[in-house]
């Protein structure tokens, strides 16, 4: 049975970093593109990165480019999303999701499996 769980949310103060990682198990973790995503209160879910199975490739949403990055480390089947510079806009539950065999994408869809969200609270 697949299972993400993800760890490392919480509260920090604007401008602050904060780093939150996803640990899979239960199927092809080291040939599954992953994904972060994060759903703020009241607003539809939206994609922030993503990660080739290799790891070789990155890409991150506009609106956290030069902040945000996301890594991986096939050995301990986990991926990590650190955040840097955070704003109060960056307030969510953050997601992970993988796409197994699969090619990174920002859409939703196109992953299989989720985990169940860690919130990260930007706030003074």
């Known amino acids: 049975q697949a299972l993400l769980v993800e760890s490392g949310g919480g509260l920090v103060q604007p401008g602050g970093s904060l780093s939150v990682s996803c640990t899979a198990s239960?199927?092809?973790?080291?040939?599954?593109?992953m994904g972060w995503f994060r759903q703020a209160p009241g607003k539809e879910r939206e994609f922030v990165a993503c990660?080739?199975?290799?790891?070789?490739?990155?890409y991150v949403a506009d609106s956290v480019k030069g902040r945000f990055s996301i890594s991986r480390d096939n050995a301990k089947n986990t991926v990590y999303l650190q955040m840097n510079s955070l704003k109060p806009e960056d307030t969510a539950v953050y997601y992970c999701?993988?796409?197994?065999?699969?090619?990174?994408?920002?859409?939703?869809?196109?992953?299989?499996?989720w985990g169940q969200g860690t919130q990260v609270t930007v706030s003074s």
């Open positions: 990660i080739t199975w290799s790891g070789s490739i990155t």
């Open positions: 999701a993988a796409d197994v065999f699969g090619d990174s994408s920002t859409l939703a869809d196109e992953y299989e499996h």
């Open positions: 239960g199927f092809a973790f080291s040939r599954s593109a």
